[in-house]
């Protein structure tokens, strides 16, 4: 006698199901805070599948996912229920999935390194787990910066429009359009890096220097081919050894030597000059010509390691003229 009334009971939900299916979301949260629950169940049915893909591609985990799926909506319901304010659903449901994906971003990239995360393709189409092509993408899409991949995933679902994208990323429209088109062309950049010849990635990494070693297509390359990051490391190693190899310390008679030589007998003429007189000559001026630099190094501060100080070459009177040509 009491299937009839249970009977009786499912059909009368699946009826009431089905009359307010066509009902907007404004509607049906206004049914929620009176205490219906068949009308929180259908907003369920309309948002939780784009909502479920946007967290699953944000942190590229189903399980993941659908732990934050359930955290959503278990606020959204009791925000229905406790607060009174006027409710724009669906951006509101993204916002607060989205945030709750960062956290959990945030806490995994403390425990491990984004390469050491493997692409999971558990939930998705089987063709996604045919086509290397569609699993390279997964993870491009996994390496964009957070806001890049939640604006072109929100844009791509097509479950929210450019303004309420803003809303969910609490930016404005011309931003969202700037974070499509960034993200769009770093996974360009990172398909492209991913074909490039790695002979000419390895002259790159053997040649440039500074900046130049962090354009996109060398960091994208690099993300994808280790071989190239062995060679990398390689260069790395060699320009730190190249580095404690080169340096020469100098005798401590050379500056003075070369001093003297350059500057004490005023082009030279004297040094090459016959007999005790030429070379006695010479001698005195690089004599009275290291003393005026000594002192003019003591004053400076000591030119060794403050700078290059200027002399004005002085020339010893005693010094002979330079001999006539012919």
Request: contains cysteine; glycine residues 8%; proline residues 4%.
């Amino acid at each position: 006698m009491t299937a009839a009334p249970t009977n009786l009971r499912r059909s009368g939900a699946l009826q009431e199901r089905v009359a307010i299916r066509p009902q907007s979301d404004e509607r049906l949260v206004a049914r929620v805070r009176a205490g219906d629950e068949v009308a929180f169940e259908t907003l369920y049915d309309r948002h939780h599948r784009p909502l479920l893909a946007f967290c699953r591609h944000m942190l590229g985990d189903r399980t993941e996912a659908e732990d934050v799926l359930q955290h959503t909506f278990v606020a959204a319901y009791r925000t229905m229920r406790e607060d009174g304010r006027d409710l724009q659903l669906k951006p509101w449901l993204y916002a607060v999935a989205r945030n709750r994906c960062l956290s959990v971003l945030r806490a995994r990239r403390d425990a491990v390194a984004l390469d050491d995360v493997s692409v999971a393709t558990e939930g998705l189409p089987a063709e996604v787990q045919r086509r290397a092509d569609l699993q390279e993408l997964l993870a491009d899409l996994r390496r964009l910066p957070d806001d890049q991949r939640a604006a072109l995933v929100l844009a791509e679902l097509g479950a929210l429009s450019h303004d309420e994208i803003g809303e969910v990323l609490g930016v404005r429209r011309a931003k969202v359009k700037a974070l499509v088109f960034q993200a769009r062309e770093n996974l360009l950049h990172r398909r492209e890096a991913r074909g490039a010849d790695c002979r000419e990635i390895r002259e790159e990494l053997a040649t440039l220097r500074g900046g130049a070693l962090r354009r996109s297509r060398l960091r994208h390359h690099l993300d994808e081919c280790e071989g190239c990051r062995a060679f990398r490391d390689e260069v790395q190693r060699q320009k730190a050894a190249m580095a404690a190899i080169l340096p020469v310390v100098p005798g401590a008679g050379l500056k003075g030597s070369v001093l003297a030589s350059a500057l004490g007998v005023g082009g030279g003429a004297a040094v090459v000059g016959t007999g005790a007189a030429a070379s006695g000559g010479a001698f005195a001026a690089a004599k009275a010509v290291l003393t005026k630099l000594f002192v003019v190094g003591a004053v400076a501060g000591g030119a060794a390691t403050a700078g290059y100080v200027a002399v004005e070459e002085v020339q010893h009177p005693d010094a002979p003229p330079p001999a006539a040509a012919g």
